[in-house]
């Protein structure tokens, strides 16, 4: 069966630092990846996602994501936090197994001004 | 911007009553779904709904679950007999077309609590 893990439950980082956050997957075919951030009292939003191409993509809001198939990896960074990004961040797989999401437990990230 | 919408926003029940659970997916989407998240759980996909019939369902959703588009704006998540365990955060979600790499807009969700 399809899993994802996060490697942190809950980080907690100043503002302007540097942010990485660790997915990896479990699954042998062709999988598409996705990050989601639920800012609180908010409803889940798309980051950035990844389906073929350039492992290295580009979102939203300054972050990026790198996929590494060889580590069933999908870390998602970002150069300099801001108070604002503090959210929970959801890693999410879908392939040819079908179409819903596998989701990762989350992160919840706290930056502190 | 389009948004996915849910009501009600938190649904108070007993055990053993039924639910309807609503959503008002994003109006040119063509794939809906449920997923739940139980507290301090993963959130766990449920169903897909395509083409006015079921596309996909988890193992979670056995035959306490339905769904239903009775018009062509509405995609409800009916539980006949609540149960304790049913407790949960209920997302809504809709996607453009069929194709797995078609992002899922979520909606705000509607927590579930059943006494």
């Given at each position: 069966?399809?899993?994802?893990?996060?490697?942190?439950?809950?980080?907690?980082?100043?503002?302007?630092?540097?942010?990485?956050?660790?997915?990896?997957?479990?699954?042998?075919?062709?999988?598409?990846?996705?990050?989601?951030?639920?800012?609180?009292?908010?409803?889940?939003?798309?980051?950035?996602?990844?389906?073929?191409?350039?492992?290295?993509?580009?979102?939203?809001?300054?972050?990026?994501?790198?996929?590494?198939?060889?580590?069933?990896?999908?870390?998602?960074r970002?150069?300099?936090?801001?108070?604002?990004?503090?959210?929970?961040?959801?890693?999410?797989?879908?392939g040819?197994?079908?179409?819903?999401?596998?989701?990762?437990?989350?992160?919840?990230?706290?930056?502190?001004p | 911007?389009?948004?996915?919408?849910?009501?009600?926003?938190?649904?108070?029940?007993?055990?053993?009553?039924?639910?309807?659970?609503?959503?008002?997916?994003?109006?040119?989407?063509?794939?809906?779904?449920?997923?739940?998240?139980?507290?301090?759980?993963?959130?766990?996909?449920?169903?897909?709904?395509?083409?006015?019939?079921?596309?996909?369902?988890?193992?979670?959703?056995?035959?306490?679950?339905?769904?239903?588009r009775?018009?062509?704006?509405?995609?409800?998540?009916?539980?006949?007999?609540?149960?304790?365990?049913?407790?949960?955060?209920?997302?809504?979600?809709?996607?453009?077309?069929?194709?797995?790499?078609?992002?899922?807009?979520?909606?705000?969700?509607?927590?579930?609590?059943?006494?």
């Amino acid at each position: 069966a399809q899993s994802v893990s996060q490697h942190n439950h809950h980080v907690i980082l100043s503002e302007a630092a540097s942010l990485e956050l660790g997915c990896n997957y479990s699954y042998g075919g062709t999988v598409n990846l996705f990050w989601y951030v639920q800012y609180p009292g908010q409803h889940l939003q798309l980051l950035l996602k990844y389906f073929s191409g350039d492992p290295l993509v580009k979102g939203i809001k300054g972050f990026e994501a790198e996929f590494i198939k060889s580590k069933f990896s999908f870390n998602l960074r970002k150069p300099s936090v801001q108070w604002s990004d503090t959210a929970e961040y959801f890693c999410a797989v879908n392939g040819n197994y079908g179409q819903n999401f596998v989701f990762g437990p989350g992160t919840r990230l706290s930056v502190l001004p | 911007e389009p948004e996915v919408t849910q009501t009600p926003s938190h649904q108070v029940t007993q055990m053993g009553q039924e639910v309807i659970l609503r959503c008002v997916p994003i109006s040119n989407h063509l794939y809906f779904y449920w997923y739940r998240q139980i507290l301090g759980q993963k959130v766990e996909f449920l169903v897909s709904f395509y083409n006015n019939e079921i596309s996909e369902k988890s193992e979670i959703f056995d035959d306490q679950f339905s769904v239903e588009r009775p018009d062509g704006s509405n995609f409800t998540l009916k539980i006949r007999s609540t149960k304790l365990e049913d407790s949960a955060m209920y997302f809504c979600a809709s996607s453009p077309g069929a194709h797995s790499t078609d992002t899922q807009y979520f909606g705000p969700g509607t927590r579930l609590t059943v006494l």
